[in-house]
Nanobody, 126 residues
């Protein structure tokens, strides 16, 4: 299974970016896909995920109202629209996936995701 993330770049505060993550090798019809990020010197943290069954979406408080996750189950792809970017959003963004049906409380732990992409760097200048 391979996840390929793309769309990162260098932008100014207030700008927008759209990240994409595509999957090859298997489908995740009943699992979860989404985004985590890791800033220098910090642990990987939850950003947003989508549960394929029911299409529920979940966001970190720090991005709620600014980021929008969407997905195409048929293509095993997820996207992250990031608006009103802030310097504190600077990080490597990783796409993660699992075929398991995680309960809500388990969605936020990166240890519950079985597959990861290589990451795409987002840098927001002030």
């Amino acid at each position: 299974v391979q996840l390929q993330a793309s769309g990162g770049g260098l932008v100014q505060a207030g700008d927008s970016l759209r990240l994409s993550c595509t999957t090859s090798g298997r489908t995740f019809s009943s699992g979860v896909m989404g985004w985590f990020r890791q800033a220098p010197g910090k642990e990987r943290e939850f950003v947003a995920v989508i549960r394929w069954q029911g299409r529920g979406t979940y966001y970190a408080d720090s991005v709620k109202g600014r980021f929008t996750i969407s997905g195409d189950n048929a293509k095993n792809s997820v996207y992250l629209r990031m608006d009103s970017l802030k310097p504190e959003d600077t990080a490597i963004y990783y796409c993660g996936a699992t075929g398991r049906r995680l309960i809500v409380s388990a969605l936020y732990d990166p240890g519950n995701y079985d597959y990861w992409g290589q990451g795409t760097l987002v840098t927001v200048s002030s």
